[in-house]
């Protein structure tokens, strides 16, 4: 079955750390996203990829990283700058004007 | 004024009844729209998607796109309680070469049996 992937489904971060989500793809899609999804808040656009080895900013990218080193995944670092990590975190993945595809979402909170 | 306005309700219905969700929208480049469910803690599934003005029609599903009046619906015929979640509609024009959508920010549905 095609679709995306995400894993952790729930993850816990200890002050000053950095934690890493994961996002697989086997859809062949060139375009890969990463929102963040809060209470009443819709999806904000954190990073976005429309080829390997290249990706942009969104509209909230500070306190995140990404890389896209394969066509297939699309990893999302958040680190210690980020000082509202508590949220629920999308990858979605797409061709250039298809609909996205989303994964079921990464849990992320604070310990 | 947000790019795309959705009113976040919540909106309860019995069941059986005709849903009509809706959005507005002010950028007149936008060309491609959706509509999304989304159930609680699992990520948006597309429903919909249509290309310019018009109507398109899947089973209970119906969406229209009025361009002119930069509005956007979706009708549910006979919903049912199955029917409760959030309805995210989104849409996307090109802009510096890449089609980003812009999402709304979602009307939570719920069908009380």
């Known amino acids: 079955d095609g679709g995306i992937t995400q894993s952790p489904k729930y993850l816990f971060r200890k002050e000053g750390q950095n934690v890493t989500l994961s996002c697989e793809q086997n859809l062949n899609h060139d375009a890969m996203y990463w929102y963040r999804q809060d209470p009443g808040q819709g999806l904000r656009l954190i990073y976005y990829?429309?080829?390997?080895?290249?990706?942009q900013k969104g509209d909230i990218a500070e306190g995140y990283s990404v890389s896209r080193e394969k066509k297939e995944s699309f990893p999302l670092t958040v680190t210690s700058a980020q000082k509202n990590p508590t949220a629920f975190y999308l990858c979605?993945?797409?061709?250039?004007?298809?609909?996205?595809?989303f994964g079921d979402g990464t849990r992320l909170s604070i310990l | 004024q947000k790019e795309v306005e959705q009113d976040p309700g919540p909106l309860s219905v019995p069941e059986g009844a005709i849903v009509s969700l809706n959005c507005t929208y002010s950028?007149?480049?936008?060309?491609?729209f959706m509509w999304y469910r989304q159930y609680s803690r699992k990520g948006p599934e597309l429903l919909m998607y249509?290309?310019?003005?018009g109507n398109k029609e899947d089973g209970r599903f119906t969406a229209q796109v009025d361009k002119s009046s930069k509005y956007i619906s979706l009708f549910i015929r006979d919903s049912q309680p199955s029917d409760s979640a959030t309805y995210l509609c989104a849409m996307s024009g090109e802009s510096g070469g890449s089609y980003i959508p812009t999402f709304g920010r979602g009307t939570s549905l719920i069908v009380h049996p």
């Open positions: 950028n007149s480049a936008f060309q491609y």
């Open positions: 979605a993945s797409s061709m250039k004007t298809q609909p996205q595809h």
């Open positions: 249509t290309y310019s003005s």
């Open positions: 990829s429309q080829i390997v080895n290249d990706f």
